[in-house]
Structure formats: structure tokens, C-alpha cells
């Protein structure tokens, strides 16, 4: 069934991604559907996994350390790639016979045929997420228990794939205690097969800056300690000058107008109503001039000739 499968190597900014994917909805993406469907129904998720799972989103993991003040964000090193297949099959054979009977062999079918090679889930088939999440259920559970013991003051853990924040509030030797959750990660990913990412390992707290970036989400602090959900300065401005370029072409890329329109309902639902404060005097005259009294609506008419012609693009010269 390997032959439905196509190997794809994309670029990145900093490396090449292998990403696996199917030629056709055949029998091999039917059967990761029906896993997929399985572990559903016989498996609960990690509470600490945000990623994958059913209403939760980065928004939502960012959200869970708004109110603590110190930040350890660590990356584990190649998750997907370097996931055991023999551990997964373990957790699998642990976590389905809780609710249901399997027997190993079972289990290690269903790793071999969700899997490309001696080791690691492929990114791309539909299986890959469900499995990496209960990989690392049992490490989920033992590293909020380390981090209980250690005295933290409000301790938050959550994981996004790949990505670990832990947050607590200010209290007593706080620095020493960055070290000793450091620690406690490195050892609990070593039993698990997996390694972490040194170089993508940072601390931050909000006693010295006013934010800290959480999978692209933005947690800040004003003089008042108030605390705020944003997307970023930077996304904002994006979007903005996306905007007003996009509107002032004669000849439109309605692929980018509608990459744009879908930024911007994401921004819009993390932010609200106070995207549109945060544009200055300038350039509210600038959306002013051209007709509409907000960028929403601005960003919203953009295209719209497509709309009006059945969706056929009709373009200006």
C-alpha cells in the first residue's frame, strides 16, 4: 500500500521539511481515517495537548499562561521524525486495552502501516497527528507532576506538537528553578526517545518586558499589569499595508486577496474590535479616502467584482 504514498521535500526558512502525502483516496488514506476514528473512540487526549485535538487552538494555548509572569518556551528537536515506533506501539497497546482489547501484534500493525521507514510518523497522513499526541500522553502527565513538586508558584504546562511552555508566577528563586524544569525536560524526553531543541530553548518574563509570544500569539502587559491577547504589531501592519496595496492594483491576485481575507478573520477573532484602534490617525485616513470607514469593511469589498461574476475573476488594465 506504500505505493499510494509520494515524498515531497519542501524548504523552509531553516531546513527541509520531508513531507509524505497520498496520491489518491485510496484504500491506504481510508484505513488512517478509520485509526484516526479508532483512537477517538477508545483513547483520550492528553489534557495538556493543544495541538490536534477537538476546541483548542493556538489562541486557546496562548491564553492558558495569560496570567503568570515567567516563561520557559522549549522545542523538541525533530518530534514527528525521531518518534519511536516501538514506544508508540507500547503506548498504544497501554492506552486502548483501558477501554477496549488489542493485542500488541495489533498495535504494531497499526504503527507499521501509519508509518514510512524504521522510525518517525510522516508529516502529512492524516494518522500522524492522533499518534504523535498519544506518544506523548504519559510524558505529559509526568512532567506537570515534576513541575507540582517543585514549588512553583501557579504552575501552567501545555504543549503545542512540538512546542513546550510552562509559566508560573514570580516567587522564590525563580531562575534557579528555570534550570531545574530544563532539567526535568531533557530527562523525561530521553525516556521517550526524543531530544531537546538547545537552541530554541528561552526564558522570558514579564516583570522586565511587557510581552511574550506564545505559537504566534502575542500575551502583553500595560503600566496597570492589565493583561491582553494580541496577534503582534507586526501582523497588524501587515495586514494593513496588504490592504491598501491589494485595493490599489489595477490588476488583482485574487489568490493573495483571499490568503489576506483569511489572516485577517483570524486576527480579527483574537483581537476584536481593537484591531481597528490600533491603527493610527494616518492610516484610518488613508482607508478614509478610498471609501469605507473601516478596514474590515475595506478588506471585506476587496475581490468583490469575483463574487459578483460567479466567481470568475475580472481583472482591470
Known sequence: MKEQLVVKY???????????????NGELRRYHEEVVKYLEKYTTNSIFAKAYVPRSSIYK????????????KMDIKNFFPNINHKYLAECLFFELNKNTQISRKECYDIVRKCSVGEKGLPLGLVSSPALANLYMKEFDGLLYGKLKKMELNN????????????????????????????????SLLKKVHLTLN???????????????RITGISIT????????????????????????????????????????????????S????????????????????RG???????????????????NKAVITN
Open 10 to 24: 519542501i524548504k523552509t526558512k531553516n531546513k527541509v521539511r520531508k513531507i509524505v502525502t497520498y496520491t489518491e
Open 292 to 310: 469605507y470607514d473601516s478596514l474590515k469593511e475595506l478588506i471585506k469589498d476587496l475581490g468583490s467584482d469575483v463574487d459578483k461574476n460567479d
Open 198 to 212: 538547545e537552541k530554541k530553548t528561552k526564558s522570558y518574563t514579564l516583570n522586565k518586558s511587557n510581552h511574550v
Open 61 to 72: 494555548n496562548a491564553k492558558a499562561h495569560m496570567y503568570n509572569d515567567i516563561f520557559v
Open 155 to 186: 504552575p501552567i504546562y501545555t504543549r503545542y506538537a512540538d512546542d513546550i511552555v510552562i509559566s508560573f508566577k514570580t516567587g522564590k528563586d525563580d531562575f534557579e528553578k528555570i534550570d531545574n524544569i530544563k532539567a526535568e525536560v531533557q
Open 270 to 289: 483574537i483581537e476584536k474590535k481593537d484591531i481597528e484602534n490600533f491603527y493610527s490617525e494616518n492610516m484610518k485616513h488613508l482607508i478614509k479616502i
Open 221 to 268: 502587559k500595560d503600566e496597570n499589569n492589565y493583561r491582553h491577547i494580541s496577534v503582534g504589531k507586526k501582523l497588524k501592519n501587515q495586514i494593513f499595508w496588504d490592504a491598501i496595496n491589494m485595493y490599489d492594483q489595477k490588476v488583482k491576485d485574487y489568490t493573495k486577496i483571499e490568503h489576506l481575507k483569511g489572516i485577517f478573520s483570524f486576527a480579527l
